[in-house]
């Protein structure tokens, strides 16, 4: 670009007609301006090879196709709990994600101000579950905060008013959910 500008000046203050060379005008950055790729052969030696011992070590390097089931180990250093409630043990059941965690999560919006803690995957009565929840966040916070709550049944999503992520996972962890 700055030598365009360059050629431009000039050719406007000689008034002098420059014949100018096409390849100063050529984009290097462009698709068709980038070299045809060539034979893998050219850029890196290597050789096919079909041998079980070798693929052991290309197979620990492949991401894994499934989630492993968790241990049963309560006393994992990240705090992480299996599920013990089963299905029926409550009235309402809060599933796990499909990596085993608890689907809590804290919703940020309208520039960091408002901020929703959202439990998803409830099943069963999902009312009594919010009756729980907020007899537990009143319990701590007493009338010091007001507890909103947001049920959305079809979805299976509740919604508490209010940064509660925290207390939330740690009384489902209590319950066994």
Same mark, same amino acid.
């Given at each position: 670009?700055?030598?365009?500008? !360059?050629?431009?000046? /000039? ?6 007609? !420059? +014949? !100018? ?12 301006? @980038? ?7 050219? *850029? ?9 011992? &070798? =693929?052991?070590?290309?197979?620990? %390097? ?11 180990? $309560?006393? %994992?250093? @990240? #705090? =992480? ?10 009235? *309402?059941?809060?599933? +796990?994600? +499909? ?5 809590? *999560? ?7 101000? +408002?901020?929703? /803690? ?8 999902? =009312?009594?579950?919010? &009756?729980?929840?907020?007899?537990? !966040? ?11 709550? $947001? ?10 008013? #209010? ?7 740690? =009384? ?6």
């Amino acid at each position: 670009m700055a030598v365009r500008i !360059l050629f431009k000046n /000039t050719m406007l203050r000689s008034g002098i007609a !420059l +014949r !100018l060379n096409s390849s100063i005008f050529k984009r290097e950055s462009s698709y068709r301006s @980038s070299p045809i790729a060539q034979d893998p052969s050219f *850029y890196a030696k290597y050789e096919v090879s079909s041998s079980p011992e &070798e =693929w052991k070590f290309v197979e620990r %390097l492949l991401p894994m196709t499934i989630i492993p089931t968790p241990s049963d180990r $309560k006393d %994992l250093p @990240s #705090g =992480w709990q299996p599920q013990t409630a089963t299905f029926g043990k409550y009235p *309402y059941f809060v599933h +796990r994600t +499909r990596n085993h965690m608890l689907p809590v *999560y804290l919703k940020v919006s309208m520039r960091g101000t +408002r901020r929703i /803690t959202q439990i998803n995957n409830v099943d069963g009565n999902i =009312w009594v579950l919010e &009756e729980a929840i907020k007899k537990y !966040l009143t319990r701590i916070y007493g009338d010091k905060k007001i507890i909103a709550t $947001k049920v959305h049944e079809v979805c299976g999503h509740l919604c508490i008013h #209010g940064d509660y992520v925290s207390r939330v996972k740690e =009384w489902l962890l209590k319950k066994g959910l």
